[in-house]
């Protein structure tokens, strides 16, 4: 799996055009086009620190269909490896966890309770995974079921943007 090696210079940033600042952001994001449109439109930044609680901004003062569009583009918690983008498939775990990958019954509550939250909710389960296992973040679907909708969308939209942070400073260091 190939990773964008590094992200512009907030100066280089500023000056793309709109539609290559959204390019540029898009990895960051897994995507979400009216979301990136937005948040290139709001530019110019003062630094990636900046960034981010603008993206939150924007992010929870949108219409839903575009916040659901944002959340849908990750993937799903426990998809198929091969179905993620190279970001998504690291911070999932799939390069340290080859034997947990394996374990039937956690694919299958996976598939359960991410079944069971779109059904609920009408969008993804997108958390902000931090290192943690698969194995670790069932119980948090499971209590998440528990949230009402607006909740659990303001929540996903958070973590959207944590998700995109944690990105920008691994794409940054290395």
Same mark, same amino acid.
């Given at each position: 799996? *190939?990773?964008?090696?590094?992200?512009?210079?907030?100066?280089?940033?500023?000056?793309?055009?709109d #539609?290559?600042?959204?390019?540029? /952001?898009?990895p /960051?994001?897994?995507?979400?086009? +009216? %979301?990136?449109? @937005? /948040?290139?439109? =709001?530019?110019?930044?003062?630094?990636?620190?900046e960034?981010?609680?603008?993206?939150?901004? &924007?992010a929870?003062?949108?219409p839903?269909?575009?916040?659901l569009?944002?959340i849908?583009? #990750?993937? @799903?918690l426990?998809?198929?490896?091969?179905?993620?983008?190279?970001?998504?498939?690291?911070?999932?775990?799939?390069?340290r966890?080859?034997?947990?990958?394996?374990?039937?019954?956690l694919? =299958?509550?996976?598939?359960?309770l991410?079944?069971?939250?779109?059904d609920?909710f009408? %969008?993804r389960?997108?958390? %902000? *995974?931090?290192? +943690?296992?698969?194995?670790?973040?069932v119980?948090v679907? =499971?209590?998440?079921l528990?949230?009402?909708?607006a909740?659990?969308?303001? +929540?996903? /939209?958070?973590?959207v943007? =944590? &998700?995109?942070?944690? +990105?920008?400073r691994?794409m940054?260091?290395?």
């Amino acid at each position: 799996m *190939v990773v964008a090696a590094s992200l512009p210079s907030i100066d280089e940033l500023n000056r793309l055009s709109d #539609h290559e600042c959204a390019a540029a /952001l898009a990895p /960051l994001f897994e995507g979400a086009p +009216r %979301f990136l449109t @937005r /948040l290139a439109m =709001a530019r110019p930044f003062t630094g990636y620190a900046e960034l981010w609680p603008m993206a939150l901004r &924007i992010a929870r003062a949108m219409p839903e269909p575009e916040q659901l569009e944002l959340i849908d583009a #990750h993937p @799903r918690l426990g998809a198929p490896p091969a179905s993620v983008s190279a970001l998504s498939f690291r911070e999932q775990g799939y390069d340290r966890e080859a034997a947990e990958i394996e374990s039937d019954r956690l694919a =299958a509550e996976l598939e359960r309770l991410n079944a069971a939250y779109e059904d609920r909710f009408g %969008f993804r389960f997108c958390i %902000f *995974v931090n290192g +943690r296992s698969r194995r670790a973040l069932v119980p948090v679907i =499971a209590t998440a079921l528990e949230a009402d909708r607006a909740t659990e969308i303001r +929540r996903a /939209l958070g973590d959207v943007v =944590a &998700i995109a942070a944690d +990105r920008a400073r691994t794409m940054s260091s290395g």
